[in-house]
């Protein structure tokens, strides 16, 4: 018996299969030849050494075991294999029933090594995503031990002439200078398909990594080919950070089919174009007011605030001139609706690139396809695994909007002329840059380009005046002004009219307006030939909703005021006494002294008005520029202006407001405040 027993222990030893470092040397014997000379060991050490110095210097991105210093002598033990390429053919596919762990190992590097051997590959080390699955005689050794279904899987998403990686690869140069889809898919293919029914699927980002990555090469190529597959491909699941092939579709295959749907659908990817404009132009920039996506030129009204018009898809922007974008400009600047519009040198517009476009669609029509995934998830059946894929998805093709938005919406469109003279329009074109949103951007450009102007100095308007010229005669009404700078194009695009109404206040009270600016007069008399409440160099306050008054030549301001100015000194020297006669040197004496008195000047002032408590703001600043600006500029002057506040509610304060009011009051440090019942 016991001779029976050792009998067939020796027999059971033999067909032991032999463990992994063994499967290594008899593969490395059988299909190499063994190294003998000096410079083949030094070829292998500085290839090992090279790959373990990757492995150990970016150790996040690769396996913890690969820093280990043992690695560096598997590296050199199943050279010039990689020893990820034994790993997954000894731990994954020796699992099928069919592959034999030697003679299947064997065969399957056989055709792997011959057909890299003909297209000449000088890769240091066979890795995983060096194995050319394109080649059919590899191919069927990869497929043989596995049904036929996954014939098409490799064929549209792993390796082939029209597969999925081959084609994000020639589409994206980054990508394709490495090949980077490509080898990553062969790489997850290789480590995922025999296990493809297994409780715990696929491969980890950092293990396909490890199969994809040499030496002087940047591990984050592969991370963004990895998630750039699994966003495309239909047999790509993805599990947090595990990948697997699988020959059942994935959600993305109907994601694919349901964007293909929205192509006869245009109208609902223009109304959610439309929903992502809106929101990103809720930053107006400099501009007063944005147009987006205006049906016609009625939809735009005629005002004198510089506004931005965006246009839809359906006016792109090219460089040809018979640019639909340009074309659409042209009508919104001449008309609004039936009529012409008066104010021309107030619209700019943008306008989407027509090659960028197609971009966008697709970006719109896949975020469309996978929120309705989302949305009928429970009608689709989808599992746990599926709803999470995506709700990823979804995420990924809300970003690709967000990111492809601003390129394609690049044009910004301006009408110009460059002198009174020019009988046309020109019109400019710029491409917007930066990360603001796109309206931010447009303001930032014209602002730049002095095409939009947010603030206008006194010099400059006075430059304008002369220039053009805006004078009516020898004077021009600051409501013709601002007329005459919402309508012409050859003339700077203010931002509104407050832009011109600051810089006539700022005008007006310079010293040297004379020479750099202008005086201000109420009104003008032409039967008298005089202007009325004229007035320079000091601080006027002027409305900026309905601009009055005149601005009026420095020099014909300069006579007037020189004429007047002898006339008011002669009154201010005699004063009648109201009987018609000058007073006498003798009237002018005081009884008993015989001295002559001087009326003493007045040495206070006091006033009170009442103020449009729903323009406060506007009354309190008129009062201070032009009552109390004049007081405070007296030498050795002390102004104190108190604020009075009284307000009665017959129907009684809500408690909150009478909490808001008291906690103001003491933050704005009211000397005296209350509520009273009675």
Known sequence: MDALRQAVGRVESSWRPASAEESFEIVRRRLFETMIEQPQFIARDTTAKAFFDLYRTQHQEFPPECRDSDYEKRLKAAYPIHPEVFDRLYQDWSTLVKFQRTRGVLRLMAAVIHSLWEKGDRSPLILPSNIPIDDPRVQFELTRYLSDNWVPVLEKDVDGPNSLPLRIDGETPNLGKYSACRRVARTVYLGSAPTAKAANKGLEDRRIKLGCVMPGESPAIFGDALRRLSSAATFLYQDGARYWYSTQPTVTKLADDRAEQFKADPDAVAEEVGKWLRNDLRKTGDFSRIHPLPRTSGDVPDDRDARLVVFGIEYPHTKDPGSPAVHAAQEFLHNRGTAPRIYRNTLVFLAADKARLKDLDDAVRRYLAWVSIVDEAETLNLDPHQHRQALTQKENANNAIAARLPEAYQWLIVPTQTSTQATGIEWQSFRLTGQD?????????????????????????????????LWRGDHVPIQQLAEDFARYLYLPRLRDTGVLIEAVRSGLALLTWTQDS????????????????????????????????LLVRPERAQQQLAAETPAASDGAAKPSD????????????????????????????????????????RDAGRIADEVVAHLAGLVGSEVKVTLEIEAVFPPGVPEHVVRAVTENCRTLKFTAHGFEKE
């Open 578 to 617: 109201g009987s018609g006669a000058a007073p006498t040197s003798s009237d002018e004496e005081a009884a008993g002294t015989g001295t002559a008195t001087i009326p003493s000047p007045p040495k206070r002032f006091h006033g009170s008005v009442l103020l449009d408590a729903t323009r406060v703001g």
């Open 437 to 469: 949103s796109l309206a931010v951007r447009a303001s930032k450009k014209l602002r730049n380009d002095e095409l939009l102007i947010s603030g206008l100095a006194a010099s400059r308007l006075r430059l304008e005046l002369d220039q053009v010229p």
């Open 518 to 549: 202008f005086a201000y007069a109420e009104s003008f008399d032409e039967t008298a030939g005089r202007y009325r409440g004229l007035r320079a160099s000091q601080r006027i306050w002027i409305d900026d909703d309905s601009p009055i008054g």
